[in-house]
Nanobody, 123 residues
Framework: QVQLVESGGGLVQAGGSLRLSCAAS????????MGWYRQTPGNQRELVAA???????NYTDSVKGRFTISSNNAKNTVYLQMNSLKPEDTAVYYC?????????????????WGQGTQVTVSS
């Protein structure tokens, strides 16, 4: 399987910035899409931003113009640059990558999640 390791969360004041990173544990032959989700207590996990293997991106309306998703496929890493943070951005952020990797059994599909990183924005 493919494990994802997240980093970059923390506590920041409103208006500040954070950059989240998510790296895959093994070489990935093909990436279909990478995304960042967030979840607050009692609520469902929601998509924040996604990027396809072709570089197309989409964002939830509340973060458009403030967040930027990017990837370095050579490093099997996806990033989320978060600027102008607001208290309502406070959540646990999860990365997701799906694609295929090659092992001795052949091509394997995967859809993996990171462990989650807490982002807290104080007012």
């Amino acid at each position: 399987q493919v494990q994802l390791v997240e980093s970059g969360g923390g506590l920041v004041q409103a208006g500040g910035s954070l950059r989240l990173s998510c790296a895959a544990s093994r070489n990935i032959f093909a990436i279909n899409a990478m995304g960042w989700y967030r979840q607050t207590p009692g609520n469902q996990r929601e998509l924040v931003a996604a990027i396809t293997n072709g570089g197309s991106t989409n964002y939830t309306d509340s973060v458009k113009g403030r967040f930027t998703i990017s990837s370095n496929n050579a490093k099997n890493t996806v990033y989320l640059q978060m600027n102008s943070l607001k208290p309502e951005d406070t959540a646990v952020y999860y990365c997701n990558i799906n694609g295929q990797y090659l092992n001795y059994r052949g091509w394997q599909d995967f859809d993996s999640w990171g462990q989650g990183t807490q982002v807290t924005v104080s007012s």
